[in-house]
């Protein structure tokens, strides 16, 4: 546009003019996008974890806005994965194998052009320990009560119950002894035996069948034939 500049002199005469060309500038930054992403940065998170989830406007100068912290509505893959709430807050559903749980926000009118992938990873064992309430040299007729401690791929712990981190029992030598699983623990009881005897004891988880194991010698000593009791009888044994 064109700004004239008029001065009048005050004694009189004639009017001095000035012109000026001034070029008005569109100041007003537009919405073209919405950015999408996890708070912490990460992609990969085990079922069950709550993932706070970031929206940020993108303007047509490539500039970001703030997080918006309310008002986004989500569209995801499948909703079996995971849910998220006003708050931008998504929690993970429990899978039976690594998944992906596909997000995309929309505020207002604006739809993300690229939409985030949250990697779900199932929760496995990796190993199981198995330990004996008396040791692992047991005497004849004995009963000890094994446990089986199972560890998973998000480094938490379990002690196998009847209920949750579910194991099965085997024996590999049923001459040293017997046993019978009790709330998810094995109770073995030793053979009465006079011989030393061993068996191997094995926990496999029902999920991905990860297996631990110990070993139990039977300490066979030998039957006694009699007892004298203060020298003056003798009983059979």
């Known amino acids: 546009i064109t700004v004239r500049a008029t001065y009048t002199n005050p004694n009189g005469g004639e009017k001095a003019y000035d012109d000026a060309q001034i070029q008005l500038v569109d100041k007003i930054q537009r919405v073209v996008d919405l950015v999408v992403s996890t708070a912490d940065g990460k992609s990969a998170y085990f079922e069950g974890s709550t993932v706070q989830l970031v929206v940020k406007q993108k303007f047509d100068n490539n500039s970001l806005s703030n997080a918006i912290n309310s008002g986004v509505t989500w569209s995801v893959n499948n909703t079996a994965f995971g849910s998220i709430n006003a708050s931008n807050l998504a929690t993970l559903a429990a ?21 985030l992938t949250i990697n779900i990873k199932d929760i496995v064992p990796v190993s199981v320990a198995v330990s004996s309430s008396k040791g692992t040299t047991i005497k004849r007729g004995e009963t000890t009560e094994l446990t089986a401690t199972i560890t998973y791929n998000n480094n938490t712990t379990g002690v196998a119950t009847g209920s949750q981190h579910k194991v099965s029992w085997s024996n590999d030598n049923t001459a040293a002894g017997t046993g019978i699983t ?46 004298t009791i203060n020298g003056l009888s003798e009983v059979n044994a």
């Open 182 to 227: 009790v709330s998810g623990k094995y109770a073995f009881t030793a053979s009465a035996t006079d011989v030393d005897l061993s068996a191997n004891i094995k926990a496999i988880t029902d999920v991905a069948q990860v297996e631990g194991s110990i070993k139990l010698d039977i300490d066979g000593y030998p039957l006694p034939t009699s007892i």
């Open 95 to 115: 899978v039976t194998g690594d998944k992906q749980f596909i997000v995309t926000p929309t505020f207002d009118g604006v739809t993300a052009s690229a939409p």
